[in-house]
């Protein structure tokens, strides 16, 4: 089977630096998606990682390692508003086949 | 401009009815899917099109029948509601092939079913 995991909830405090984790195993893999989804709002994309490494956007980094399975979303100088859940997804497939399989998200708390 | 856009936004309805949401893209997409988001907040594929195509259907009871009568629109009837089908459900549309392939999502429609 598929399976995708992340800590459920987090707490951090503003200006901060909070890492959130998510390590798989999966029949395959084609790449890793991170989405951030508000409260009541619909997943937005924030990064993707195909290769090892580590892929940086702004205050917004994610980091790969293939044979661990394994990747994180680092979130720096945290602001109130980063306060969502943050969903790990793995793509499987190719071409027109590709799908997405998704964590249960991890809902992190930005405290002032 | 609304880039993925979902009809309603909400939705109350009782056990047995039937029921339509619909989808648009204007992204200029080939792939678009329906997910559904249960309480839990778990996100799961329900199907996906390309070009009208039917490519992926997960283990969905057949009372979900998706249509896609052009690329940019992909609409989901549900007939015969029950309580467990009460969730959010999501449309959502991406490239068909280059690196990234990020899917954009629709607001989301919130289906009660009483």
């Known amino acids: 089977g598929q399976n995708i995991d992340q800590p459920t909830e987090m707490t951090a405090t503003e200006g901060a630096i909070v890492q959130i984790n998510c390590t798989y195993q999966t029949s395959g893999f084609n790449g890793l998606f991170w989405y951030q989804q508000h409260a009541g709002e619909a997943p937005t994309f924030l990064s993707y990682?195909?290769l090892d490494g580590l892929e940086e956007k702004g205050r917004f980094s994610s980091f790969l390692s293939r044979s661990k399975g394994y990747s994180y979303l680092l979130l720096k100088e945290l602001q109130m508003k980063d306060s969502a859940s943050y969903l790990c997804?793995?793509?499987?497939?190719?071409?027109?086949?590709?799908?997405?399989?998704w964590g249960l998200g991890t809902s992190l708390a930005v405290n002032p | 401009d609304t880039a993925v856009s979902q009809t309603p936004k909400y939705l109350v309805t009782q056990m047995g009815n039937d029921k339509s949401i619909k989808c648009e893209q204007n992204?200029?997409?080939?792939?678009m899917y329906w997910y559904k988001q249960d309480s839990k907040k778990f996100l799961k594929i329900m199907f996906s099109y390309n070009n009208k195509e039917l490519i992926i259907n997960e283990t969905v009871p057949n009372r979900f029948s998706p249509k896609s009568p052009d690329k940019a629109h992909l609409n989901l009837h549900i007939n015969s509601l029950e309580l467990g089908d009460s969730a959010v459900y999501f449309c959502?549309?991406?490239?068909?092939?280059?690196?990234?392939?990020?899917?954009?999502f629709g607001p989301g429609t919130r289906l009660t079913v009483t």
């Open positions: 959502a549309s991406s490239r068909a092939s280059g690196i990234p392939t990020e899917q954009y």
């Open positions: 997804a793995v793509t499987l497939g190719a071409g027109n086949n590709r799908k997405l399989i």
């Open positions: 990682n195909v």
């Open positions: 992204l200029g997409h080939d792939t």
